[in-house]
């Protein structure tokens, strides 16, 4: 299979805007993955995460670092909600230079979604602390698909 490149946000992400009202204005139309709502098996062995991937992922993964302190109250709102901001800025890059196998693809989707919707949860009421703990959640098992120095092993859990 030659590598597909999709440019914009799968329909499941307008499907999730009816729980998340917002999130639209920082996404696409991604038309073409309506597959994703369907939970993709972890592959035998990780998938390769390209520079991208990488890029946008490790932004992410620092971001959601640094939320623990908002978690802790050492941080304030105005600063968690930047952090929310950078999470979704690295998901959006991630969405617009994605270029994968439609499997990586949906299984990739199938945490961004997710990690987007609280996010957007999370701006709408700050005092929500349980959307933090959802964020991470949501991309918990990107290192069960794709083998990412900047996360953890398979066995492990991101930070």
Same mark, same amino acid.
Request: proline residues 6%.
């Given at each position: 299979?030659? *590598?597909?490149?999709?440019?914009?946000?799968? &329909?499941?992400? &307008?499907?999730?805007?009816?729980? /998340?009202? #917002?999130?639209?204005? %920082?996404?696409?139309?991604? #038309? *073409?993955?309506?597959?994703?709502?369907?939970?993709?098996?972890?592959?035998?062995?990780?998938?390769? /995460?390209? =520079?991208?991937?990488?890029? @946008?992922?490790?932004?992410?993964?620092? =971001? &959601? #670092?640094?939320?623990?302190?908002? +978690?802790? @109250?050492?941080?304030?709102?105005?600063? /968690?909600? !930047?952090?929310?901001?950078?999470? +979704?800025? =690295?998901? *959006?890059?991630?969405? %617009?230079?994605?270029?994968? +196998?439609? +499997?990586? !693809?949906?299984?990739?989707?199938?945490?961004?979604?997710?990690?987007? @919707?609280?996010?957007?949860?999370?701006? %709408?009421?700050?005092?929500?602390?349980?959307?933090?703990?959802?964020?991470?959640?949501?991309?918990?098992?990107?290192?069960?698909?794709?083998? !990412?120095? @900047?996360? %953890?092993? *398979?066995? #492990?859990?991101?930070?």
């Amino acid at each position: 299979m030659s *590598a597909m490149k999709f440019s914009l946000v799968p &329909l499941a992400v &307008l499907a999730a805007l009816a729980v /998340a009202p #917002g999130i639209a204005s %920082a996404q696409h139309d991604h #038309g *073409a993955h309506a597959h994703v709502t369907t939970p993709v098996p972890a592959p035998a062995q990780r998938w390769a /995460a390209d =520079a991208n991937l990488r890029d @946008g992922m490790g932004r992410i993964h620092t =971001a &959601l #670092g640094e939320l623990r302190h908002y +978690e802790m @109250g050492h941080m304030d709102a105005t600063m /968690a909600l !930047d952090r929310v901001g950078l999470i +979704e800025q =690295a998901a *959006a890059d991630i969405f %617009a230079k994605c270029k994968l +196998e439609p +499997e990586q !693809d949906a299984a990739l989707h199938g945490m961004l979604v997710p990690l987007l @919707g609280a996010a957007q949860k999370l701006k %709408a009421d700050p005092t929500d602390m349980a959307q933090v703990q959802a964020m991470r959640d949501a991309v918990a098992d990107y290192p069960r698909y794709f083998n !990412d120095p @900047g996360w %953890a092993t *398979a066995t #492990g859990h991101a930070h």
